[in-house]
């Protein structure tokens, strides 16, 4: 084996003409495909941590919530007791329009309790202005309206108040107090909080939705701690959802999408193990009078077969590595001066980062090995299949 590494090595290393030519093009081909390879689906990737990142820092982590009519509060003492909850925030959701002169906006407000410790730090943190007071609403729902805070609007009812003439809508002015931007479409353009218990006597009846936000130290371990939780309780009408179940159908679609893409791309390193293939062909000419002396001197058709497999594969593995380096260092520039800008009122970030996964890499690189030693392999057996008797004569 170490014979015909050195051989292989060397018969990379002695190459001019067309053949130097040929070699340069087969390498290049691979370093280029696995270098585009890996900052694309970096580039994928980067996406789906920044949109995880965006939803986890507006959206709770597990919402429990009830389809009979059980008091959750009492159940949320032993959620609490659980080591890796951290908050929980109860909420009471209802179906409301919000009304400024000729604008209309319909929301949902969810009702908290705004001395919940849980609601001063997630929406505090996300206030662009005015104070945790009053009515506080989205970005979006304030630009819609055109109000800020400070500002009056009218909050109307849907269920409305019965009359002998029909329902007539229940309608209240009330203060804007804060305005919060999340970044996240379905929060800000449509989620408004109000105090508990105005809420409740401003709504009386109705539709109305009772739940349980609970925040958790690693989000990314949302589903034991959901098990956890459905063990604890014991209740099977309460509904428990992580923020992986509710953001599945998205996250399952990407990733789906990057599948299909890195399929797609490895037919790059397809067209450029062809160059190997040609290589090797062109390698298998130029050496048929070393292939003939080699076996003379008793070297068997595996070890020609090996040489000239060494041959395609090395072109690989250092185009591979030598890849591998490049799309690093492009990432670290992509990353650092934010080269990839986006709208951030569509993707809900400035720009896109640039992450390389380890998982990813291995794919890359195995995925090149293999279809190098395939394009190696054809051209190989030829060489070693040679006919020592006729070279000789020939020759």
Same mark, same amino acid.
């Given at each position: 084996? #170490?014979?015909?590494?050195?051989?292989?090595?060397?018969?990379?290393?002695?190459?001019?003409?067309?053949? /130097?030519?040929?070699?340069?093009?087969?390498?290049?081909?691979?370093?280029?495909?696995?270098?585009?390879?890996?900052?694309?689906?970096?580039?994928?990737?980067?996406?789906?941590?920044?949109?995880?990142?965006?939803?986890?820092?507006?959206?709770?982590?597990?919402?429990?919530?009830?389809?009979?009519?059980?008091?959750?509060?009492?159940?949320?003492?032993?959620?609490?007791?659980?080591?890796?909850?951290?908050?929980?925030?109860?909420?009471?959701?209802?179906?409301?329009?919000?009304?400024?002169?000729? %604008?209309?906006?319909?929301?949902?407000?969810?009702?908290?309790?705004?001395?919940?410790?849980?609601?001063?730090?997630?929406?505090?943190?996300?206030?662009?202005?005015?104070?945790?007071?009053?009515?506080?609403?989205?970005?979006?729902?304030?630009?819609?309206?055109?109000?800020?805070?400070?500002?009056?609007?009218?909050?109307?009812?849907? @269920?409305?108040? #019965?009359?002998?003439?029909?329902?007539?809508?229940?309608?209240?002015?009330?203060?804007?107090?804060?305005?919060?931007?999340?970044? &996240?479409?379905?929060?800000?353009?449509?989620?408004?909080?109000?105090?508990?218990?105005?809420?409740?006597?401003?709504?009386?009846?109705?539709?109305?939705?009772?739940?349980? $936000?609970?925040?958790?130290?690693?989000?990314?371990?949302?589903?034991?701690?959901?098990?956890?939780?459905? $063990?604890?309780?014991?209740?099977?009408?309460?509904?428990?959802?992580?923020?992986?179940?509710?953001? %599945?159908?998205?996250?399952?679609?990407?990733?789906?999408?990057?599948?299909? /893409?890195?399929?797609? *791309?490895?037919?790059?390193?397809?067209?450029? &193990?062809?160059?190997?293939?040609?290589? *090797?062909?062109?390698?298998?000419?130029?050496?048929?009078?070393?292939?003939?002396?080699?076996?003379?001197?008793?070297?068997?058709?595996?070890?020609?077969?090996?040489?000239?497999?060494?041959?395609?594969?090395?072109?690989?593995?250092?185009?591979?590595?030598?890849?591998?380096?490049? &799309?690093?260092?492009?990432?670290?520039?992509?990353?650092?001066?934010?080269?990839? #800008?986006?709208? $951030?009122?569509?993707? @809900? @970030?400035?720009?896109?980062?640039?992450?390389?996964?380890?998982?990813?890499?291995?794919?890359?690189?195995?995925?090149?090995?293999?279809?190098?030693?395939?394009?190696?392999?054809?051209?190989?057996?030829?060489?070693?299949?040679?006919?020592?008797? #006729?070279?000789?004569?020939? $020759?």
């Amino acid at each position: 084996m #170490r014979i015909a590494l050195k051989i292989a090595i060397r018969y990379l290393i002695s190459v001019k003409g067309s053949t /130097l030519l040929i070699t340069l093009i087969s390498f290049f081909g691979v370093f280029l495909s696995v270098c585009a390879i890996l900052l694309t689906l970096g580039v994928f990737t980067g996406f789906q941590d920044s949109l995880k990142e965006k939803i986890l820092s507006s959206a709770p982590h597990i919402i429990v919530s009830s389809s009979g009519f059980e008091d959750l509060n009492l159940f949320r003492r032993r959620i609490e007791n659980i080591p890796e909850v951290v908050e929980v925030l109860p909420f009471t959701l209802y179906n409301a329009i919000l009304v400024k002169e000729d %604008r209309v906006q319909p929301v949902t407000i969810k009702a908290v309790s705004y001395k919940e410790k849980a609601f001063k730090d997630i929406v505090g943190s996300q206030l662009v202005s005015g104070k945790l007071k009053g009515l506080v609403i989205g970005k979006g729902i304030a630009d819609v309206l055109g109000v800020f805070a400070g500002d009056n609007v009218i909050l109307v009812s849907p @269920m409305g108040i #019965r009359t002998p003439t029909g329902f007539v809508p229940k309608t209240k002015e009330v203060k804007v107090g804060g305005v919060f931007q999340t970044g &996240s479409y379905d929060r800000d353009f449509v989620i408004a909080y109000m105090r508990h218990r105005e809420a409740k006597r401003f709504f009386k009846r109705g539709f109305k939705f009772d739940g349980l $936000e609970v925040y958790i130290k690693d989000p990314y371990t949302a589903q034991e701690v959901k098990r956890k939780i459905l $063990e604890t309780l014991g209740k099977k009408t309460l509904i428990v959802r992580s923020w992986i179940d509710l953001n %599945r159908p998205l996250f399952n679609a990407l990733q789906l999408e990057k599948l299909a /893409l890195f399929l797609i *791309l490895l037919l790059m390193v397809l067209v450029a &193990s062809f160059n190997i293939t040609s290589l *090797l062909f062109v390698k298998a000419r130029e050496k048929v009078r070393d292939i003939a002396v080699l076996k003379t001197f008793g070297m068997k058709s595996a070890d020609i077969l090996r040489i000239f497999l060494l041959v395609g594969m090395t072109i690989g593995v250092v185009g591979s590595i030598l890849g591998m380096a490049a &799309s690093f260092g492009i990432a670290y520039i992509i990353n650092e001066y934010k080269i990839i #800008r986006v709208p $951030e009122e569509v993707y @809900m @970030m400035t720009h896109i980062p640039v992450h390389i996964k380890v998982t990813d890499l291995v794919a890359v690189f195995l995925g090149t090995l293999f279809l190098s030693f395939l394009s190696s392999l054809i051209p190989a057996m030829k060489a070693s299949q040679e006919n020592v008797v #006729r070279v000789l004569r020939n $020759e």
